[in-house]
């Protein structure tokens, strides 16, 4: 199937769509293929995009090329490639950022313990008592051992500032997490998703950065229903 659409101007689209696991996400990005003239750059991080291209979307399967990706440096590859080849009226799909950010996460914590996450909070745990871990939390347990010092600028550098200026359109993904329940939260985000109730689980200047940001959830038909959160600034 060909699209006939393209942006009417110079702005590039830059959305983060976000929702539960199985809330359209995926299927959401192979719809824009069925409208746009462009093509599709993917980086898959779940293997989502090859089954729906065998089977509900293999109209489109000339327009879309995918990159599995399982770890921080295939991720940070992923990007490379497919901004590499997108032209200004194709889009870069990213599925998903919250899959992203634990690779980051894991391959900062290797780095500074030799240890993924997983193994590290563990043993964190065991050497603190209950009421420690529920004070610090997991995000604080990371705070302390200066994974973010080491996280986040990588993340910002391969992905985050080609949000503010990609060059060619974007559509980004993120599972929903609970928003206002995090005593870390800071103001901003509890205005710009207080009123939906869940915000993106992944790093929080992609929504501060993307133009636009939907919440996604499935309609009684099994199709996804969008309710926009912010729209262009």
């Given at each position: 199937?060909?699209?006939?659409?393209?942006?009417?101007?110079?702005?590039?689209?830059?959305?983060?769509?976000?929702?539960?696991?199985?809330?359209?996400?995926?299927?959401?990005?192979?719809e824009i293929a069925?409208?746009?003239?462009?093509?599709?750059?993917i980086?898959?991080?779940d293997?989502?995009?090859?089954?729906?291209l065998?089977?509900?979307y293999?109209?489109?399967?000339?327009?879309?090329?995918?990159?599995?990706?399982?770890?921080w440096?295939?991720?940070?590859?992923?990007l490379?490639?497919?901004?590499?080849?997108?032209?200004?009226?194709?889009?870069?799909?990213?599925?998903?950022?919250?899959?992203?950010?634990?690779?980051?996460?894991?391959?900062?914590?290797?780095?500074?313990?030799g240890?993924?996450?997983?193994d590290?909070?563990m043993?964190?745990?065991e050497?603190?008592?209950?009421?420690?871990?529920?004070?610090t939390g997991?995000?604080?347990?990371?705070?302390?051992?200066?994974?973010?010092?080491?996280?986040n600028?990588?993340?910002?550098?391969?992905?985050?500032r080609?949000v503010?200026?990609?060059?060619?359109?974007?559509?980004?993904?993120?599972?929903?997490g609970?928003?206002g329940?995090?005593?870390?939260?800071?103001a901003?985000?509890?205005?710009?998703?207080?009123?939906?109730g869940?915000?993106?689980?992944?790093q929080?200047?992609l929504?501060?950065?993307?133009?636009?940001?939907?919440y996604?959830?499935?309609?009684?038909m099994?199709?996804?229903?969008y309710?926009q959160?912010?729209?262009w600034?």
């Amino acid at each position: 199937m060909s699209g006939t659409w393209v942006a009417p101007g110079k702005a590039r689209e830059r959305s983060l769509v976000y929702g539960a696991m199985g809330s359209w996400k995926s299927s959401g990005a192979l719809e824009i293929a069925r409208k746009v003239k462009g093509k599709l750059w993917i980086v898959d991080t779940d293997c989502a995009f090859e089954g729906l291209l065998e089977r509900e979307y293999a109209d489109v399967r000339d327009k879309v090329a995918v990159k599995e990706v399982a770890d921080w440096p295939e991720f940070v590859d992923g990007l490379e490639w497919a901004f590499g080849k997108a032209e200004a009226d194709d889009w870069v799909v990213v599925d998903s950022c919250s899959d992203a950010q634990d690779f980051g996460l894991d391959f900062a914590t290797s780095m500074i313990r030799g240890q993924d996450v997983a193994d590290y909070l563990m043993g964190w745990a065991e050497r603190h008592n209950q009421s420690e871990f529920k004070a610090t939390g997991v995000q604080g347990s990371l705070i302390e051992m200066g994974v973010y010092d080491l996280y986040n600028p990588a993340w910002r550098k391969s992905l985050v500032r080609r949000v503010k200026a990609p060059g060619c359109h974007l559509y980004l993904t993120a599972q929903a997490g609970v928003a206002g329940v995090n005593p870390r939260e800071d103001a901003q985000t509890k205005v710009l998703y207080g009123g939906i109730g869940w915000k993106p689980r992944t790093q929080r200047d992609l929504g501060f950065s993307a133009a636009t940001v939907l919440y996604v959830e499935k309609d009684k038909m099994g199709r996804g229903y969008y309710s926009q959160v912010k729209s262009w600034g």
